[in-house]
């Protein structure tokens, strides 16, 4: 048995000796004593010991003592929730089941009840419609075969169901990828049946900015799509975008109140994702919030770091209006150069927030990047002047270097500002790419060349003008660190390029406000925080977001204000913030059952013409009708997974 | 044309065409609760199961909304198939033992029912109307409630916004079990308890259409309301 310690600082308890365990349907049986042994199932249990668990795929027991009919029952009663009851078998058969187990606990159980229970359990596997059903019944198959006694003696009296603390667990692949844990599914099925606002209630629960997120997501999620390996993943980002979008059309609901005012201020220091995420969820506590922020517009990275034709300017700031509404204040313009946390209290603002993301430029390490050339600039310095209505003047060719979403951001933003030619130098080759495909191909289509393999190290100009750079070949050595093949330079395949203009997007810095001696930084300049709290080594100050984990998505950043929120309700003598379950390690997507799946690839959204698209900043991207977005939502699995363990 | 086997029979299928449809033009009988050959497939019910060949293995699928592809093999007759429609068929007696409809499937399906008479008319959320409202008439008043984490629904249930309902009475055409009742008393018309108000027609005086079905009928096609609250008959 060993400690495994998650990024959100939940402890999992791994079973590696067991007293009998089924998980995926492979059986280890050491009850007998005679091959006591070791058997590696990777299962999620918080803090705590768990005397057995039952999950979609398995019974696992620990302790020989563990009361597995107990176990059954209580497994049965949250599954029971989790069954929508469109199709007549998994519902009624879990009620079969329960009325069964119920009869045995009040003594008026039969033998034949077991080979009844068997009997359901495979017709419902058999015959459920959706993932949830055809799997999740298979451990109840395997308690009553295996635990036969344990049940026979609940059915002769000698044994009583216990109460018993059960803890619960509920997850799907889709969820469980997504870094703020939206129930991915829930959402799907809200919108399939037509339920748009339920839907969107459901997301901003976890996604306070949902036109945003539905626009810009790297969506982990559908990487982790149990229909990827079958046609193709559900559309999720799209999804998201489509309840987001019907609801803007209805002239966009607003957020909850609270329920109850509170007395206690919060400050925040920023407004970009996680600065927004933290005010709305503290504000829906009854909190009151003010957002400080250095730069004109609210938003942070989702408004001077993502172009228009990825996010448009009136679908941020609608949602961030809708925020507003709430009585969340924004100072704009208003930069914290020092953060004085005893100042701030004597303000009134109990606890402050630092969110002020990563808006830095990272050095290339070329000659003459320090020697103020015009025609030289940094990508998120680039990408925030754009956004912010500074004139850039066409140049006739430009070069960026760097292979991530922001280098992409600038390259397509120069063929939309009339460069002659836009080229981007990337030092590694198209796999080790972090940028995503549906980026790399757009760009491609917007006559956008990439130079593979190569990277300037001299910046060549005249009369302080930038004209052109040295340049040297790369090829691909060892792995390093994140895992991808570092790049070495090739000696003496030195080569001269001409460009106007060289944007240098090779990773953001956060510029923190001198910050109270105490609070610990990282060598990259991140703030160092409490992983559970977000709290940092000063009583009443926490942060996250990109200042704490470096450049991360916008949906990163999302989930630390919503942890932070949690976290700092717990600081101001609230409810303690809401443990996690980690499931790193098991695989999600495996389940013993599975229904016949019609192949049906995720349906397409209209995309811009390439040709047309470069004149402007207009919206490349279409989006989902509400039709075309309930007919898409009907191919999800909707792979619910419940776990439910006894505490020893 | 596409040629799929059921039950080790050749045949012809329309592209596109589901299994369902395929077997009922063999005239081989399998009841439903859920499908309306005018909606989409719901696959609701599970009492159209059969077994489809895939991947060299048989399996059960509803036949309602598995659409055809050439090759296809599928079995209605083997023991499984049978097994897998009477669960259903059990499964729903068990929740719903007093609904017509219910029973005289599991009877057909070979499921032992009480021969005392029984007058129940449950939901047994087949969503019939739920896709009627919403693919013919077209105003979606009536939705599933789902469940799923953390969202407390104890019992779901088909959920009425009154707000959209025009009180045309499809709904209650389309239930299967009664359960969607409707009351029309002279010039009132009473459905999912929401009260509309019924138009005579100028010519005969029948009180033959809620003034608000007549209203979205105008707005949806342009004909003005004038000439829809004359009936039918009359015009």
């Avoid at chain 1, 748009?196 to 999620?221: K, M």
């Avoid at chain 1, 390093?480 to 003496?492: I, L, T």
């Avoid at chain 2, 059921?6 to 859920?34: F, R, Y």
């Avoid at chain 2, 033959?208 to 015009?235: H, M, N, W």
């Amino acid at each position: 048995m060993f400690l495994v310690h998650t990024l959100h600082g939940i402890r999992c308890l791994r079973m590696d000796t067991v007293a009998f365990s089924s998980w995926n349907g492979k059986v280890v049986d050491n009850r007998t004593g005679k091959t006591a042994g070791k058997v590696a199932v990777d299962l999620p249990v918080p803090e705590g010991k768990a005397a057995a668990m039952m999950g979609w795929n398995g019974l696992v027991v620990k302790d020989s003592k563990a009361d597995i009919p107990s176990l059954t029952f209580n497994y049965l009663k949250e599954a029971r929730k989790i069954s929508c009851g469109e199709c007549s078998v998994c519902m009624i058969g879990i009620d079969r089941l329960l009325d069964i187990m119920d009869r045995m606990a009040r003594g008026q159980g039969k033998k034949a009840d077991l080979s009844e229970m068997r009997e359901i359990v495979r017709q419902v596997a058999a015959n459920s419609k959706c993932s949830f059903g055809q799997s999740a019944l298979f451990p109840v198959l395997d308690a009553v075969k295996y635990y036969k006694a344990d049940f026979l003696a609940l059915i002769g009296g000698a044994k009583k169901l216990a109460g018993g603390a059960y803890g619960v667990e509920v997850t799907a692949p889709c969820m469980d990828a997504c870094p703020a844990g939206l129930d991915i599914p829930g959402y799907i099925e809200l919108i399939r049946n037509n339920r748009f606002d339920q839907s969107l209630n459901l997301i901003r629960r976890d996604c306070v900015l949902p036109g945003v997120i539905g626009r810009t997501c790297t969506h982990p999620c559908e990487d982790a799509c149990v229909r990827r390996d079958m046609d193709e993943s559900l559309a999720i980002r799209l999804l998201k975008r489509a309840a987001a979008d019907v609801d803007l059309a209805q002239g966009g609901a607003p957020f909850g109140t609270p329920l109850r005012e509170k007395d206690a201020k919060v400050a925040i220091i920023g407004a970009g994702p996680a600065g927004l995420a933290a005010a709305c969820q503290l504000r829906l506590k009854g909190y009151g919030v003010t957002i400080f922020e250095s730069l004109p517009h609210a938003g942070g990275m989702a408004a001077v770091g993502i172009p228009d034709y990825r996010l448009p300017a009136d679908i941020l700031s609608h949602e961030i209006d809708l925020i507003k509404r709430m009585g969340v204040q924004i100072k704009l313009n208003t930069k914290i150069e020092k953060l004085n946390a005893k100042a701030l209290k004597k303000d009134g603002y109990s606890a402050v927030f630092v969110a002020v993301g990563a808006h830095e430029g990272n050095k290339i390490g070329v000659e003459g990047e320090d020697a103020g050339y015009e025609g030289f600039v940094d990508g998120v310095r680039f990408l925030r002047d754009m956004n912010l209505g500074v004139k850039i003047e066409p140049a006739g060719k430009v070069m960026i270097v760097g292979g991530g979403n922001v280098a992409l951001d600038c390259a397509r933003s120069c063929a939309r500002l009339g460069f002659k030619k836009v080229e981007i130098i990337y030092r590694r080759s198209r796999a080790e790419m972090p940028a995503s495909d549906e980026e790399i191909e757009g760009a491609k289509e917007e006559g956008i060349s990439i130079r593979f393999l190569a990277v300037p190290v001299k910046i060549i100009a005249k009369d302080g003008k930038v004209v052109g750079a040295e340049c040297i070949k790369m090829k691909l050595g060892k792995p390093d660190e994140s895992g991808r093949r570092r790049p070495v330079p090739v000696k003496g395949s030195e080569f001269t390029v001409k460009t106007d203009m060289i944007i240098a997007a090779i990773g953001q810095r956060p510029e923190l406000p001198a910050l109270d001696k105490k609070v610990g930084t990282t060598s990259w300049g991140t703030v160092q925080v409490d992983p559970k709290t977000l709290a940092t080594d000063v009583e009443g100050v926490f942060a996250g977001g990109d200042c704490v984990t470096g450049p991360a998505t916008l949906i990163e950043a999302l989930d630390m204000g919503n942890r932070a929120a949690e976290g700092i309700e717990a600081y101001l003598g609230g409810n303690a913030p809401a443990q996690r379950v980690s499931f790193k390690g098991v695989d999600l997507c495996k389940q013993r059952g599975r229904g016949l799946v019609i192949q049906n690839p995720a349906a397409d959204v209209a995309f811009l013409d390439p040709k047309k698209r470069v004149e402007n900043f207009e919206e490349v991207e279409g989006g989902f009708n509400a039709a075309a977005a309930m007919r898409e939502a009907q191919r999800c699995l909707r792979c619910y997974r419940v776990v439910v363990w006894e505490q020893a | 044309m596409l040629t799929i086997v059921i039950n080790g029979k050749k045949v012809k299928a329309q592209e596109g065409s589901t299994v369902l449809e395929n077997i009922q033009k063999l005239k081989i009988d399998i009841p439903t609760l859920c499908y309306h050959k005018e909606l989409s497939p719901f696959g609701a019910c599970r009492l159209c199961s059969v077994e489809v060949k895939a991947n060299g293995k048989w399996q059960i699928a509803t036949s309602c909304n598995t659409p055809v592809a050439e090759g296809m093999e599928i079995r209605t007759d083997s023991d499984a198939a049978k097994e897998s429609r009477r669960a259903a068929a059990e499964l729903l007696y068990y929740k719903y033992p007093e609904t017509g409809a219910v029973r005289d499937v599991a009877r057909k399906l070979g499921v032992e029912v009480d021969p005392k008479e029984a007058e129940g008319h449950d939901c047994i959320l087949c969503g019939l109307c739920v896709r009627t409202c919403g693919e013919v008439v077209g105003v979606s008043a009536l939705t599933f409630q789902d469940r799923g984490r953390g969202r407390d629904v104890n019992e779901p249930e088909i959920i009425f916004d009154p707000n959209a309902c025009i009180g045309c009475g499809s709904c209650a055409y389309v239930c299967p079990t009664g359960f969607v009742k409707m009351e029309t008393d002279g010039d009132r018309r009473i459905i999912w308890g929401k009260v509309f108000k019924m138009v005579p027609c100028p010519v005969c005086g029948r009180y033959f259409a809620p003034e608000d079905q007549l209203k979205y009928i105008s707005r949806t096609t342009g004909v003005p309301l004038g000439t829809l609250t004359t009936c039918v008959d009359c015009r």
